[in-house]
């Protein structure tokens, strides 16, 4: 009888484990998923969704997404995953996905070393993970991204640098692969003090955009497979050979997007303000754009933090500095698409009435705060200089630090002697030709975008380095798919709070519902008590 | 006597132990704590309650145990249980009721965190489609956190032993999707498949995805069986 018994539990035992997982399975078998957020962030886009529908044949994603990275790269593998698998769900037998993990523990030496050279092979350079860990500084060494596969055709999505750029990464590897896109160029200008944009994290960042060339602005012209030149913080002038380089490249109907300073602290005395000489006046103002360059953008109310010295210990020093004003007032445009918020450190003033009066499509892409205003012949990097009002060299706000602009207009060499080429460099050196006529009119449109702060205004907000990205994208025309890396931004800012303010937020928080769960159980105790003396 | 009424009777007998506001309270007091408290909620500038449900996972593997510790482990020290079945409800009736009263509880217990939403919403343009998604994601985890809560409580008579036990359960299942990277192969998919951790990371972002909430359900099922079999069994000893 208790045998029986026992059996009978055992049975039972495991049957409703049987009935746990089967629930388990079915929800798996027969999934449905439900996107709640407000913009549909984590579901396919539409153009995503259209471009699967216009796939005529079958197409593989093969995924080398490492199982073990390191934060963040985890997110943007398990988004990577998420993304792909939604794909294959949307569309209808059509794409197929395998995922390679080349972190598995559970792989010899021998298949690790196969499936990276199966990865280089397909095109997937190994990447360096780096990641904090408690104090250092960790490097993981793997491979990453996701690689397109058609018949005899093959598209590589690198691996993303962020979330939010995961769709957009792999809809534009797919635009490869069906031949809908070919693989924009991207000349970065070299030569004028620039950083070393190929070497470093920004080559990862904008690498999903189009290939990275290095290019030298003169004394050869631009070549013509460029479609767009990146030009961050320039250092030295450009002369006038490199700024006729720069101008018939824009006749062309090309892209060019610059952020540069045009005012940065002295390298031997930092306190001190010096402006930058970049040589790019002439050929902005050819495109109606003026720069105030004698003045600066500061804002006493809303101010970021900025190191201004070092302390007793010899440790940075942060306050809040009115030269590094906090932007909130940006366009609805696809180059501010997703952002909230920008700092603009150091940034002068751009005056476009000209560029509007001509005709051209011109975008105020990020206005300061009517707080702020263009203080002319400020010299002193101390806050305590900027603090102090001038009425009198002060231009009220708001002003706009970068724009967008779109249009044709004349050589900013039309009625000027054409720099010549160097003696010792008659011919082109890539040619062996002489220089081709000169343009004096536009035979396209240009698109321009300017940011009138460099290297400050990219390391200062994370969202600069999204908004260098869509600029990217939409001077190559690129709209479309930069709407959709905008969609999957950051959560929204909160409105500024004093100190007041978060110390009532978090008592009242903390301490407040224990205090009702205290006053309720009071009021049942009595209530009970009246009962119980009845 | 149906489920629901043992749910009503459940409910009514928890409030009228402090026991319950303290847990209710303790466990709002907690996340508040963490989310305005030890996250950097102000320096990163954020209108989410991301570091809500990161933390609420965590705190309910402390919570749902004690919620449930009482619910048939009580009824067997104190003999209510076998008076109990001389009444016209099944096991399983009983043990689903006590299921039941312990997520109404849970759910009290959830309501007292609203006013975290509430501020953050105050503070910024808050996304109230995540707020909603988190809320139910987090009410289907504890649930099958109450659920091994229950089955541990159908085990002893001991509310101490009883909590220790469904503590264990449910701090295994939720640590159990960060140790699959450890495991050997088809064993790590397998717990990564059951890791409650990540079953509810998408839920916390705003999406509802029935293959995760099935694991919960699934969970709660296999439990709340074992439970009923357990309380069955005494029935022999």
């Known amino acids: 009888?208790?045998?029986?018994?026992?059996?009978?539990?055992?049975?039972?035992?495991?049957?409703?484990?049987?009935?746990?997982?089967?629930?388990?399975l079915a929800g798996r078998r027969y999934g449905h998923r439900l996107d709640l957020t407000r913009d549909g962030r984590h579901s396919l886009a539409p153009v995503t969704l259209e471009r699967l529908g216009a796939l005529t044949a079958p197409v593989e994603a093969r995924a080398?997404?490492?199982?073990?990275?390191?934060?963040?790269?985890?997110?943007?593998?398990?988004?990577?995953?998420?993304?792909?698998?939604?794909?294959?769900?949307?569309?209808?037998?059509?794409?197929?996905?395998?995922?390679?993990?080349?972190?598995?523990?559970?792989?010899?030496?021998?298949?690790?070393?196969?499936?990276?050279?199966?990865?280089?092979?397909?095109?997937?350079?190994?990447?360096?993970?780096?990641?904090?860990?408690?104090?250092?500084?960790?490097?993981?060494?793997?491979?990453?991204?996701?690689?397109?596969?058609?018949?005899?055709r093959?598209?590589?999505?690198?691996?993303?640098?962020?979330?939010?750029?995961?769709?957009?990464?792999?809809?534009?590897?797919?635009?490869?692969?069906?031949?809908?896109?070919?693989?924009?160029?991207?000349?970065?200008?070299?030569?004028?003090?620039?950083?070393?944009?190929?070497?470093?994290?920004?080559?990862?960042?904008?690498?999903?955009?189009?290939?990275?060339?290095?290019?030298?602005?003169?004394?050869?012209?631009?070549?013509?497979?460029?479609?767009?030149?990146?030009?961050?913080?320039?250092?030295?002038?450009?002369?006038?050979?490199?700024?006729?380089?720069?101008?018939?490249?824009?006749?062309?109907?090309?892209?060019?997007?610059?952020?540069?300073?045009?005012?940065?602290?002295?390298?031997?005395?930092?306190?001190?303000?010096?402006?930058?000489?970049?040589?790019?006046?002439?050929?902005?103002?050819?495109?109606?754009?003026?720069?105030?360059?004698?003045?600066?953008?500061?804002?006493?109310?809303?101010?970021?933090?900025?190191?201004?010295?070092?302390?007793?210990?010899?440790?940075?020093?942060?306050?809040?500095?009115?030269?590094?004003?906090v932007a909130t007032d940006l366009a609805e445009h696809p180059v501010t698409a997703g952002l909230r918020t920008l700092v603009v450190p150091l940034a002068v003033p751009i005056d476009a009435s000209r560029a509007i009066a001509a005709g051209h499509a011109v975008s105020p892409l990020v206005?300061?705060?009517?707080?702020?205003?263009?203080?002319?012949?400020?010299?002193?990097?101390?806050?305590?200089?900027?603090?102090?009002?001038?009425?009198?060299?002060?231009?009220?706000?708001?002003?706009?630090?970068?724009i967008a602009l779109r249009g044709s207009w004349d050589s900013a060499f039309a009625d000027a002697d054409i720099p010549p080429r160097p003696a010792d460099a008659p011919l082109d050196a890539r040619t062996g030709a002489p220089d081709p006529p000169p343009l004096r009119r536009a035979v396209g449109p240009a698109r321009v975008v300017l940011v009138t702060s460099g290297a400050r205004f990219l390391a200062a907000h994370t969202d600069a380095l999204l908004m260098l990205q869509n600029a990217v994208d939409w001077a190559l025309d690129d709209a479309e798919l930069t709407a959709l890396r905008g969609r999957r931004a950051d959560d929204p800012p909160l409105d500024a709070t004093d100190a007041s303010t978060r110390l009532w937020v978090r008592l009242g928080n903390i301490a407040g519902p224990p205090l009702l769960c205290l006053l309720w159980a009071l009021i049942r105790l009595g209530r009970r008590r009246r009962r119980d003396r009845r | 006597m149906s489920a629901l009424a043992v749910a009503a009777r459940e409910v009514r007998g928890a409030l009228n132990q402090p026991l319950a506001f303290l847990l209710v309270g303790a466990f709002a007091a907690l996340t508040a704590a963490?989310?305005?408290?030890?996250?950097?909620?102000?320096?990163?500038?954020?209108?989410?309650?991301?570091?809500?449900?990161?933390?609420?996972?965590?705190?309910?593997?402390?919570?749902?145990?004690?919620?449930?510790?009482?619910?048939?482990?009580?009824?067997?020290?104190?003999?209510?249980?076998?008076?109990?079945?001389?009444?016209?409800?099944?096991?399983?009736?009983l043990v689903v009721g006590k299921f039941v009263g312990a997520l109404g509880l849970a759910a009290l217990a959830l309501a007292a965190t609203l006013p975290i939403p509430l501020t953050v919403a105050a503070l910024g343009p808050l996304d109230w489609g995540p707020v909603l998604g988190g809320y139910v994601g987090l009410l289907a985890l504890i649930g099958a956190y109450?659920?091994?809560?229950?089955?541990?409580?159908?085990?002893?008579?001991?509310?101490?032993?009883?909590?220790?036990?469904?503590?264990?359960?449910?701090?295994?299942?939720?640590?159990?999707?960060?140790?699959?990277?450890?495991?050997?192969?088809?064993?790590?998919?397998?717990?990564?498949?059951?890791?409650?951790?990540?079953?509810?990371?998408?839920?916390?972002?705003?999406?509802?995805?029935?293959r995760d909430l099935t694991v919960f359900v699934g969970v709660a099922v296999a439990a709340i069986g074992l439970a009923i079999e357990a309380v069955d069994a005494r029935r022999w000893r």
């Open chain 1, 1 to 24: 009888m208790i045998g029986r018994a026992r059996r009978r539990a055992a049975l039972a035992v495991a049957l409703w484990i049987v009935v746990g997982a089967l629930v388990a």
């Open chain 1, 64 to 152: 080398f997404l490492p199982s073990a990275a390191p934060p963040p790269f985890d997110r943007v593998a398990a988004a990577t995953r998420d993304v792909l698998e939604d794909m294959v769900d949307a569309s209808d037998g059509r794409v197929r996905l395998v995922v390679r993990d080349p972190t598995d523990p559970d792989l010899a030496p021998d298949e690790r070393a196969a499936l990276e050279a199966e990865a280089e092979r397909l095109g997937l350079r190994p990447v360096a993970l780096q990641a904090l860990d408690a104090d250092r500084r960790v490097v993981q060494q793997t491979v990453m991204g996701v690689v397109w596969l058609a018949s005899d």
């Open chain 1, 154 to 325: 093959v598209a590589v999505a690198r691996a993303a640098e962020r979330v939010a750029d995961v769709e957009h990464g792999l809809v534009r590897a797919l635009d490869a692969l069906r031949g809908a896109r070919t693989q924009p160029v991207i000349g970065v200008t070299t030569g004028h003090g620039e950083p070393p944009v190929l070497d470093g994290p920004l080559a990862d960042v904008l690498g999903s955009a189009g290939r990275l060339e290095a290019i030298t602005l003169a004394p050869d012209r631009v070549p013509p497979h460029v479609d767009l030149l990146l030009m961050v913080a320039p250092r030295r002038p450009l002369e006038p050979r490199a700024r006729f380089v720069l101008d018939q490249f824009l006749l062309e109907g090309k892209a060019l997007v610059v952020v540069a300073d045009f005012v940065d602290r002295s390298p031997l005395f930092p306190d001190v303000l010096v402006p930058v000489a970049t040589g790019l006046e002439p050929v902005l103002a050819a495109a109606g754009l003026d720069l105030a360059a004698d003045r600066l953008v500061l804002d006493r109310a809303h101010p970021a933090p900025a190191i201004v010295g070092l302390d007793a210990a010899g440790r940075p020093a942060r306050a809040d500095h009115p030269l590094f004003p």
């Open chain 1, 367 to 402: 206005r300061t705060a009517p707080s702020s205003v263009a203080r002319r012949g400020l010299r002193s990097f101390d806050p305590a200089a900027a603090r102090a009002p001038a009425p009198a060299d002060e231009l009220p706000g708001p002003h706009t630090v970068a």
């Open chain 2, 34 to 93: 963490y989310v305005f408290g030890l996250h950097p909620f102000f320096v990163e500038g954020r209108a989410t309650l991301r570091p809500f449900f990161e933390f609420a996972p965590f705190v309910s593997t402390l919570l749902a145990p004690a919620l449930a510790m009482r619910s048939l482990a009580e009824e067997q020290r104190t003999g209510q249980l076998d008076l109990l079945r001389s009444w016209p409800l099944s096991t399983a009736a």
């Open chain 2, 146 to 210: 109450l659920a091994l809560g229950v089955l541990a409580s159908a085990l002893t008579s001991s509310q101490v032993v009883a909590y220790v036990v469904g503590f264990g359960l449910c701090f295994g299942f939720y640590l159990v999707g960060r140790a699959h990277p450890l495991l050997p192969a088809p064993l790590g998919g397998w717990v990564a498949a059951i890791g409650f951790e990540a079953r509810f990371t998408s839920a916390a972002r705003g999406v509802l995805d029935t």
